[in-house]
């Protein structure tokens, strides 16, 4: 465990202190802890009390809720820039989702009463929060509907999509996916089964809308799958 400049951060320009004074930068970078993760540790479990709040330097973590009846649902991947754990810090409620490291992460701890000194001394970054707060409610509105009105097939195309948008790096003329999920987890994000998204995905590659590399996924057709994705 260890701390190191946000001055420094590769991830800085994408969080919520990127517009701090260089005061308040210092204090922040003198209070948190810079914890290395590996594939499959923990960050926090669902039900536990907050303590803080995550800033992800690097790395991959899923989001994810597990049901009445014990099912995981995925909620959402975060990535290098943002902040898990705000809404339950200052709602000061139990963790609604676990968070848990998809694959080899950089994660900074900022503790409660650092965060709400920096709060009072730059109102700056309350505003950055209530703007992430406000963008995942909006995306959670949109997931809602979309379970509700779509097809499985444009739930699908759909989720591509947010995951070329948020993940994906051009890569000779293609688009690659640079995140590795299983199909049990995409089925989770998209509320379908397993051989649904097999059967699926395997009609993508022979439309040649994707193609796939092991468990590199490549998007060759984005027009065809943003239609896809409108159909209800």
């Keep these: 465990m260890k701390s190191f400049g946000c001055e420094n ?13 260089k005061h308040a930068l210092e204090g922040i970078s003198s209070g ?3 914890n290395q993760y590996k594939k499959g540790q923990t960050l926090f479990l669902q039900g536990n009390q ?17 049901g009445p009846e014990g099912k995981e649902s995925i909620v959402r991947i975060a990535a290098p820039g943002d902040v ?3 809404r339950s810090l200052f709602s000061d409620e139990a963790y ?4 848990t490291v998809l694959e080899d992460a950089t994660v900074c701890f900022l503790e409660k009463k650092l965060i709400h000194n920096t709060l009072q001394m730059e109102p700056s970054v309350a505003l950055k929060l209530i703007q992430k707060l406000s963008k995942a409610m909006g995306e959670a509105e949109d997931r809602g509907a979309s379970m509700a009105q779509k097809t499985v097939k444009a739930r699908m195309a759909e989720l591509l999509l947010t ?13 690659r996916l640079d995140i590795k999920l299983s199909r049990e987890e995409m089925a989770s994000m998209i509320g379908t089964a397993n051989e649904t998204v097999i059967r699926i995905m395997s009609d993508f590659k022979s439309d040649e809308l994707i193609a796939q590399e092991g468990k ?11 239609a896809i994705a409108q159909d209800n």
Excluded: W
């Design 163 to 175: 995951l070329m948008k948020k993940h994906g790096v051009e890569d000779k003329g293609r688009t």
């Design 84 to 86: 898990l754990g705000h």
């Design 50 to 66: 907050p303590q803080g709040l995550y800033c992800i330097n690097s790395g991959k973590i899923k989001i994810s809720k597990i």
């Design 216 to 226: 590199v996924i490549y998007v060759l057709d984005e027009e065809t799958l943003f």
């Design 96 to 99: 609604a989702a676990t968070a």
């Design 32 to 34: 948190k802890l810079m």
């Design 9 to 21: 951060c590769a991830s800085r320009d994408q969080g919520i202190f990127c517009e701090l004074s």
